[in-house]
């Protein structure tokens, strides 16, 4: 009987959840109903589409107060978020952890250290749902401390409602969010490749992209093909042509171009 009182909760979250299918309501009561499974401090439910800005759905915030990251991120950060690459490439639906997808070295990359650990925390995990070949639906859910194998766990055992209730829920809308499609978000997908084209030779301004999504040299070497000595060669030659000194400069050049062209 003590083990079903305990559960009670749970349950009564489901019956809420399940009334606020279709409705505006629906993913703030998702990101509640986790949250009392697994203590988190901030959720993010997101629409994933390949060539454009990815769509807010909704924002939530639990105890902290974080300032909002979204208009930098839309404006051309979510090229470096490693579940927007893994959005990108075939994958399984599902819940996904940060270190099992994040490259090499992620958490000592400047985006990790100057952006994702200040806005979404030290740790997260998606539920990822490919709804088409260009959508993928995402929930978010970000915490200031790593989540535990115990956690991870949980969250596991209730992924296939939580993804069922999510297609459902965007089966039932009566219209859809419309994507963004201004001339900025048409455009946002290939800054990360243009990068440093118009200063940079090609392998340059490649071990420029690749330096930016947090790869180190052993693992940029690796995947150009080319010894770790001469991506370090390529890189303080790209940083002379930039005007920078060091990873850290660079991330800066690049939010200032997003800035600039948002």
């Known amino acids: 009987m003590e083990g079903l009182l305990k559960e009670l ?29 697994v203590p988190c401090d901030n959720a993010l439910a997101v629409c994933f589409h390949a060539q454009q800005a990815p769509l807010i759905l909704e924002e939530c915030s639990f105890g902290t107060t974080l300032a909002s990251p979204m208009p930098l991120y839309c404006q051309g950060l979510y090229l470096l978020d490693p579940f927007y690459q893994l959005a990108c490439e075939p994958f399984a639906d599902g819940l996904h952890h940060l270190p099992d997808i994040a490259p090499d070295q992620f958490r000592q ?9 200040q806005e979404v925390g030290q740790d997260e995990v998606q539920y990822l749902l490919r709804l088409n070949d260009s959508q ?9 401390r790593a ?3 115990a956690e991870l766990g949980r969250l596991r055992v209730v992924q296939d409602w939580v993804l069922a209730a999510m297609k459902r829920h965007w089966q039932l809308q009566a219209t859809a969010p419309a994507s963004p499609r201004t001339g900025l978000a048409d455009q946002l997908a290939p800054m990360l490749e243009q990068f440093g084209r118009d200063c940079l030779s090609e392998r340059e301004a490649e071990i420029a992209r690749l330096t930016l999504r947090g790869l180190s040299s052993k693992a940029i070497a690796q995947q150009l093909a080319i010894s770790p000595e001469t991506v370090k060669v390529h890189r303080r030659n790209m940083y002379a042509k930039l005007g920078v000194a060091n990873h850290s400069e660079l991330f800066n050049r690049f939010i200032s171009q997003l800035s600039q062209a948002g």
Do not use: K, N
Request: proline share 4%; net charge positive; hydrophobic share 40%.
């Open 9 to 37: 909760p749970l349950h009564h979250g489901l019956a809420l959840l399940f009334e606020q299918l279709g409705s505006s309501r629906f993913w703030r009561s998702l990101a509640l109903q986790l949250q009392r499974i």
């Open 136 to 144: 993928v639906l995402s929930l978010s859910l970000g915490g200031s």
């Open 109 to 117: 990359s400047t985006y990790y250290l100057d952006y994702h650990s």
């Open 147 to 149: 989540f535990t194998p």
